[in-house]
């Protein structure tokens, strides 16, 4: 049948109109438009290096094609070796960059840096007349101990005055820190450099790649694809960068770094969050979302504490330290998040592996189907080992795809090897036969191949613009990203302090594929294979890294009122091993309470009272014990049952709930419900009749004092309660408290916030003094920082406990201890911590110190 010739127009006119419309799409998605009213200069810092050379100028070079009157600037320190300069490239590179490029050599003083402001821009004059907008753009290509340096002279010698049309930004390449407290050091150093947040552009140039930069896109084009992201459809999540090379020439860098630093606390930890974050509400999302919502999703993850979550290992040959993985694998959760809980999600990365593949996928279990069904973002890696021939998103039948801006449809026999010498020796990525998926497909090979194109143009995007996707980085998800995997660091770092020979990281052979054993519940495990070599002591070396020694130490009796028998049990380790071990303590009597419930009268459970601090100096302590019952059963059904939680002390503050987020509020119980309550299973869950803080109806004066009233109240109530159906007696089982740089613990600051025979009763006198009860189990306390008021513990309630924990972590609590090596002049003078270790006596009173802390001359 003859089609009519309208209709073939028609089908010719869309032939013609739709590459165009997809080509527009694509370059509005990657940020190739501007206004004509901005002009550019970029001044490449690190011109010369390795960075700027394969990729840098490159990326340049095409998008001024795009771009006539961008003007590009190379910044050297020294001398250009002009022969030597992109000597490798092809010649076409090297002719346009002596033509196009100004060269600026010597840059080392003021006058070199006013030198470079004084170069005059293009202004093209705006359509309308209006005075041009002028971005002054500083790349520094160069070490990160040298961005405070630079931009500080920078600013100094290229003033942008208020309502002036020309800006100063700047571009930073990773790392940006080693770990959060760097990361934070290196944002205030920028900071007192002069620049601001919006000035700054940190480049993650994985989020530049064509199939990781439509994917918010393929997304929102795909609703019912969307319905089913979420833990009731999804069994699990698989995120991968294996590589096929070994370290090669950046030994002198990766040992520094290792493969979580280098590629696990950033690029892949952004591809996951690609596909776990939530949509934008609406379109155009508001300026901050992408920020903002990365970092909501980075804050909702399960701390990665528990040793069965986290496998580290290096290759056979590999020539740096014993304790710099090149391999590491992760079970994470995101527990925060009702849409993910319970979902496992493995990530892992590592050198010199089978083949190189970049990949996410999901694998869904849904209701209406009888067979599983996956999504694979398959970011690019080696075709014959993969099977795949380019980066794509592949979809099975039931997840029912369709194309987006960015991504057109690709026929499966363009997909992988489907055919050939090449494909009968490949194991696809792809779990079903080709025709059981649609395939989906970026942009141009070119754009593929050098990522940086992308990260230029949308460098060079307009400010009011306000894009669904951004390979730069903010502050707040690079900071949340770093606390995520802060703890793996320091497990791995614990693994140094054996011996070479004892190392707890795995050998693994050249050519490794990552065959690990993993559960739903996130743990992983090494397989049984003979190539995976162990340390020599194993699991027993492993596990005496990781623990804390523990000894009898005596104090001066100048500082314990005369005692010559001030004798306690000092741990000393790092923080995580002594969080740990001070975990696995709590816990464990937690649970032999719950299996003795048994043989308790009345029919009543057994009833164990843990009080927590609410500063920083518990929180991975309490991270811990949630992460432990994730993996203990036993544990969980004793939490929920057994376990009474109490805070040791209390500010007196009034948070609104319609002004302040729970992670702004100043409560120390709300630290305790971020750090332990919101990341139990559900199993563990405790009743609320079990959790037990104090409640202020106002925050001054009177409300405190009623609540102090209140609060001894509830825990003289249970305490005696619980003693008189038990031959327990009536005392808190732990108590877990922080010590302060002053000394001070439990918001206790001041001798005379003791009970007063605490201060001056012989320890023998004083111990029998607790067997006949505390007056008040709690009270109003001042505090000489805001907020002044304070709820806190009474001294005779704390030292009555059957077991008491001082936690000294960071090296400010250094402080903490000299106080003790200081002579005193009177009782009142020695630390409050000090007196309440006197009270509760070796037997009970346990110190927990940073091994990093000296402690040797006051013992």
């Not at 490159?58 to 050297?76: D, G, I």
């Not at 495990?525 to 130490?553: D, F, G, H, R, Y």
């Not at 696995?584 to 459970?605: D, L, M, N, P, W």
């Not at 201890?817 to 037997?843: N, S």
Request: aromatic residues 8%; proline residues 6%; negative net charge.
């Amino acid at each position: 049948m003859k089609q009519p010739c309208w209709l073939l127009l028609w089908q010719l006119a869309l032939a013609l109109l739709l590459p165009l419309l997809h080509a527009s799409m694509c370059a509005a998605a990657s940020g190739s438009a501007a206004p004509a009213s901005a002009s550019h200069q970029v001044f490449i810092f690190g011109c010369t290096g390795d960075l700027a050379q394969r990729y840098l100028w490159p990326a340049f070079r095409l998008v001024q094609l795009e771009r006539p009157s961008l003007q590009l600037h190379c910044v050297t320190r020294g001398s250009l070796n002009a022969d030597r300069f992109l000597a490798g490239a092809e010649p076409e590179l090297r002719d346009w960059f002596f033509e196009k490029v100004k060269l600026h050599q010597g840059v080392r003083d003021r006058a070199g840096y006013e030198r470079l402001c004084s170069q005059d821009p293009d202004e093209s004059p705006a359509p309308d007349g209006a005075i041009s907008s002028r971005r002054r753009i500083f790349y520094l290509s160069i070490p990160p101990r040298s961005y405070a340096d630079v931009a500080r002279a920078v600013q100094l010698a290229c003033p942008h005055p208020a309502g002036s049309p020309t800006s100063n930004e700047f571009v930073l390449e990773k790392p940006f820190g080693s770990d959060a407290e760097s990361a934070e050091s290196l944002a205030a150093e920028l900071a007192e450099a002069g620049v601001s947040e919006a000035q700054l552009h940190r480049v993650d140039h994985y989020l530049a790649k064509p199939v990781l930069a439509s994917l918010l896109q393929f997304r929102q084009a795909n609703p019912h694809l969307e319905s089913l992201l979420s833990s009731a459809h999804v069994t699990r999540v698989e995120a991968a960068i294996w590589e096929s090379l070994g370290v090669e020439d950046r030994l002198a860098f990766y040992d520094s770094e290792g493969v979580i630093r280098d590629v696990m606390q950033n690029h892949l930890t952004e591809m996951l969050s690609l596909l776990l974050m939530d949509l934008p509400p609406s379109e155009p999302p508001p300026p901050d979302w992408l920020e903002s919502e990365k970092s909501r999703l980075l804050a909702a993850y399960c701390p990665l504490l528990g040793e069965r979550h986290l496998l580290a290992g290096r290759y056979a040959g590999f020539g740096g330290s014993s304790a710099t993985p090149t391999f590491a694998a992760a079970g994470l959760t995101v527990c925060r998040s009702a849409r993910w809980q319970s979902v496992p999600i493995f990530a892992s990365a590592g050198k010199r592996l089978a083949f190189k593949a970049s990949f996410i996928r999901l694998r869904f279990q849904l209701a209406t189907e009888r067979t599983e069904d996956e999504l694979l973002v398959f970011v690019g890696g080696d075709a014959k080992a993969t099977g795949l021939a380019r980066p794509l998103i592949a979809c099975s039948s039931g997840l029912r795809c369709r194309p987006s801006a960015g991504l057109s449809v690709l026929p499966s026999n363009e997909a992988g090897l489907s055919s050939g010498e090449d494909a009968a020796e490949t194991e696809s990525l792809l779990r079903f036969p080709t025709d059981r998926y649609a395939f989906f497909s970026a942009v141009s090979e070119q754009e593929s191949q050098n990522s940086y194109v992308a990260v230029v143009r949308q460098l060079l995007r307009s400010s009011s613009e306000s894009p669904i996707n951004s390979c730069f980085v903010g502050l707040p998800s690079l900071l949340a990203s770093w606390r995520l995997w802060d703890p793996a660091l320091a497990a791995v770092a614990d693994l140094a302090e054996l011996d070479d020979e004892d190392s707890g990281l795995r050998v693994y052979p050249s050519k490794w594929l990552p065959d690990l054993i993993a559960n739903q519940r996130g743990q992983l495990q090494w397989p049984a294979s003979p190539k995976i070599e162990s340390p020599s002591s194993k699991a027993t070396q492993t596990t005496k890294a990781l623990q804390s020694t523990a000894n009898l130490i005596r104090l001066d009796p100048a500082v314990c009122n005369g005692a010559s028998d001030c004798e306690f049990l000092l741990h000393r380790g790092s923080p995580l091993s002594l969080s740990r071990q001070l975990a696995f303590r709590i816990a464990s009597k937690v649970k032999e309470a719950f299996i003795a419930s048994t043989a308790t009268v009345y029919g009543q459970k057994n009833q164990f009272h843990l009080a927590l601090p609410g500063g920083q100096s518990a929180q991975m302590l309490m991270q811990f014990l949630a992460a432990l019952s994730r993996d203990d059963d036993t544990l969980a059904n004793a939490f929920a049952t057994t376990l009474h939680i109490w805070v040791t002390d209390e500010r007196c503050v009034h948070d609104d709930p319609g002004s302040v987020t729970q992670n702004e509020s100043q409560l120390n119980s709300a630290v305790i419900d971020r750090n332990f309550l919101q990341q139990l299973p559900s199993a563990a869950r405790l009743p609320l009749h079990h959790l037990h803080f104090p409640r202020l109806l106002t925050a001054d004066v009177a409300g405190c004092r009623a609540a102090a009233d209140a609060y001894a109240s509830e825990v003289d109530n249970w305490l005696n309660f619980r003693s008189n159906i038990s031959a327990l007696p009536p005392s808190f089982d732990f108590v877990v408290l922080g010590v302060g740089t002053d000394g001070h613990a439990a918001s206790l600051f001041s001798p005379h916030d003791l009970d007063k025979w605490d201060r001056s009763m012989p320890i023998s006198s004083a111990e029998d003094q607790l067997s006949q009860g505390c007056e008040q189990s709690a009270r109003v306390t001042n505090s000489p920082k805001a907020p002044f008021l304070r709820i806190s513990l009474s001294s005779c309630r704390i030292a009555s406990s059957s077991e008491v924990a001082f936690i000294l972590v960071s090296k400010a609590k250094q402080a903490a201890i000299d106080l003790i090596a200081k002579p005193r002049e009177t009782e009142l003078k020695t630390p409050i911590y000090v007196h309440l270790l006197r009270l509760v006596g070796k037997k009970r009173g346990r110190l927990w110190v940073d091994h990093s802390l000296d402690f040797n001359n006051i013992v």
